[in-house]
């Protein structure tokens, strides 16, 4: 049945069969996309490893050939969400376009991708925020204990109505991107760096199919790989995506979904690209391959940030750091409890819909989904703990256990790579579902350019960046290359594909009923009702 179909004369309860519609509007659906993506991270993070592994001083390049590819996505995915509007976004339109086996499977790939994410930026929050502690004010604090506070309070605040997480990643990502702005804008007054602004190095598209030469600019650099540069530039926007799954709780999603999409897949692209060229403009060439090879990557954006903006601005930047982790998290385990939610409220057992599938009846919240998000980040982060470990090399070539890593290498990358992969496997789906449901099943009328040609392109783009991520898998992994998780990453995202594939054959032999209505719980007035 549609999410609004149940009727009531009790406010309580109608709340109760739906989350709260009209919670947010088009800002705050953006704000939480972007979060999601989380600039300062991605930023901070990424652009040294594609420096110094990848593209070199081209990686700017490779984020703005990201940005084309990703907007044709755009275009076709937010063709869909011009006529569904579902909580299970991916979902919901890989089953109104490919039909209820494919959508089953593909949901809970996504749904998997994003509860790993959860997990993934709790790892990189920790350890930033063990980093800042010890260097602004001395303190050790234990990366596993701020783990878990921050997975507590990410499970409070969404207990709540989600105008209020909204209101927070719209203060948390106002303070990121105008750090990164300052510093930016900075290199530009002060004319660029040693080798001024290097824009025909940097920006010009073809840079970033180039590989960092051996021993560029007279660096001990290896040779890199473009593939990497180009891969760490699509990893930087996962989460754009996550526009549809606030449908239901926006206000005019039709309107605002579409809107929010595009805008936050260009505005991300263009930040993307400026931000990291005026990073490696205000370093040099020699300097900003030198250090980001070196032991200290993340000086790229810290000395820069203490040369033009002084030593206080770089405790507000590693601070910054922190929360934009705890941000991200935040929108990811938004994203992972409505995806819950979806599925939850389509299963066969009336048990599972009410609590699962049910809703906060003051809030509207999905506060049961959020609460089994949050036990499951809990259990990943303690098995990260206390089950694996990082080993660096010393000085003689020994390894050596560096407990001190394993949120970041471990928790952070290793989930981070496993969620990417996966989400980028569900993007291919979706780019075939748009295609399948306007030209194929031809539901609605479509447009050629954004409904055909962008989906087509966009589709075969993602399969080529999840290619790209199994051919440098090894490299991608770093000190996590030789983990068992590593190891058993690829067969974790098909036994998670298979099993949704198996649980809708079932459901479609044993309770056709129920697999009717898979992925077809949107909201009434976008409510599709074609066969599959």
């Known amino acids: ?83 569904i509007t579902t909580t299970g976004a991916f979902y919901g339109f890989i089953s109104h376009g490919l039909g209820q086996t494919w959508g089953m499977a593909s949901g809970m790939l996504a749904t998997f991708a994003y509860v790993v994410f959860e997990g993934s930026l709790i790892g990189g929050c920790a350890y930033f ?185 770089l405790d507000v930047y590693k601070a910054l750091l922190v929360i934009g982790s705890f941000a991200c998290a935040l929108a990811f385990h938004n994203a992972a409890s409505r995806y819950l939610y979806a599925l939850g409220r389509e299963m066969p057992s009336e048990k599972i819909k009410s609590t699962v599938g049910g809703t906060h009846p003051t809030h509207g919240s999905p506060y049961i989904a959020s609460t089994i998000q949050s036990v499951i980040t809990l259990l990943i982060v303690l098995a990260f703990a206390f089950f694996t470990a990082v080993q660096v090399p010393d000085a003689d070539g020994t390894p050596v256990d560096t407990p001190a890593l394993v949120p970041y290498v471990n928790v952070y990358g290793l989930l981070a790579l496993i969620g990417t992969a996966a989400i980028l496997l569900v993007q291919a789906i979706c780019s075939a579902a748009v295609i399948w449901f306007f030209w194929v099943k031809k539901t609605h009328r479509g447009n050629v350019v954004t409904t055909l040609l962008c989906p087509l392109v966009g589709g075969v783009a993602m399969l080529y960046v999840v290619w790209l991520l199994w051919d440098n898998r090894e490299f991608a992994a770093g000190l996590a290359a030789k983990s068992d998780v590593f190891k058993a990453a690829p067969y974790m995202i098909l036994a998670v594909f298979l099993i949704g594939l198996a649980y809708a054959v079932w459901l479609r032999t044993a309770k056709p009923t129920v697999y009717a209505e898979i992925g077809r719980t949107v909201m009434e007035d976008a409510h599709e009702r074609t066969d599959a």
């Open 1 to 83: 049945m549609g999410a609004d179909s149940a009727t009531t004369d009790d406010p309580a309860a109608a709340r109760a069969n739906g989350l709260k519609k009209g919670s947010i509007g088009i800002v705050a659906v953006i704000f939480m996309a972007v979060a999601n993506a989380a600039p300062i991270t991605a930023m901070t993070g990424n652009v040294p490893i594609a420096v110094g592994f990848g593209n070199g001083l081209g990686a700017p390049a490779g984020f703005l050939f990201a940005t084309i590819i990703l907007t044709l996505f755009a275009l076709g995915y937010v063709a869909m969400a011009r006529h």
């Open 129 to 313: 925020a063990n980093d800042a502690l010890k260097t602004i004010f001395n303190v050790d604090v234990p990366w596993l204990l701020i783990a878990v506070v921050a997975i507590v309070a990410i499970a409070v605040l969404c207990y709540f109505d989600i105008s209020l997480t909204a209101a927070i990643l719209g203060v948390t990502l106002t303070a990121e991107v105008l750090i990164l702005l300052a510093l930016a804008f900075s290199v530009i007054f002060s004319g660029g760096g040693p080798d001024g602004l290097m824009l025909d190095q940097t920006v010009l598209l073809n840079n970033a199919f180039e590989s960092l030469p051996a021993g560029a600019f007279g660096t001990a650099a290896a040779a890199g790989s473009m593939a990497i540069g180009l891969f760490f530039a699509f990893w930087s926007w996962v989460g754009f995506e996550t526009t549809a799954v606030y449908g239901e709780e926006s206000r005019n999603p039709k309107k605002i979904i579409p809107r929010a999409t595009i805008i936050a897949v260009v505005g991300l692209g263009l930040f993307y690209t400026f931000i990291s060229a005026m990073v490696i403009a205000g370093n040099g060439a020699k300097t900003s391959v030198e250090t980001s090879i070196s032991a200290s990557p993340l000086d790229l954006f810290f000395n820069l940030v203490q040369a033009n903006l002084g030593g206080v601005l």
